[in-house]
């Protein structure tokens, strides 16, 4: 074998210059991002229950006082962040294993991200407003 082709690997020069793997994705960045996630969802999940223990049995004022709370307000951004890009990933990846239409795949990829962003913030703007009492 020679130098040239040694060195190049199996990668077309598109996809060596976009930094992309033999799939067309960064599977490698998605594998670690997962698992960082995942990390971070393990840490969290132990206040975030202790959290949602207090909030049961409150009205939206007791609710409030809680999450008003900056570490309790924190920690449940943090989570709500660390499962919606966790989701994603995990989905993205199902998608790209099993859906082998280029255009249907494109199209879920495309839901799948808007779907996590919405779910995310719709989280995010909820915890927010019940933390700042409005």
């Not at 793997?21 to 969290?44: E, N």
């Not at 959290?51 to 309790?72: D, H, S, W, Y």
């Not at 966790?86 to 990829?109: C, P, R, T």
């Amino acid at each position: 074998m020679s130098d040239k082709s040694s060195s190049k690997g199996i990668l077309t020069p598109l996809k060596r210059v976009r930094g992309l793997g033999a799939s067309g994705s960064s599977a490698t960045a998605d594998f670690w991002w997962q698992r960082v996630t995942a990390v971070g969802m393990l840490v969290l999940i132990v206040p975030v229950i202790v959290i949602v223990m207090m909030l049961l049995g409150r009205n939206q004022a007791g609710a409030g006082q809680i999450l008003g709370t900056p570490i309790v307000a924190l920690l449940m951004l943090l989570f709500v962040v660390a499962s919606a890009f966790h989701m994603k990933i995990g989905m993205q990846v199902v998608i790209e294993d099993y859906v082998h239409d280029e255009k249907v795949k494109l199209v879920a990829i495309l839901a799948n991200n808007f779907f996590s962003i919405a779910v995310a913030l719709a989280a995010i703007y909820a915890i927010l407003k019940l933390s700042s009492g409005v």
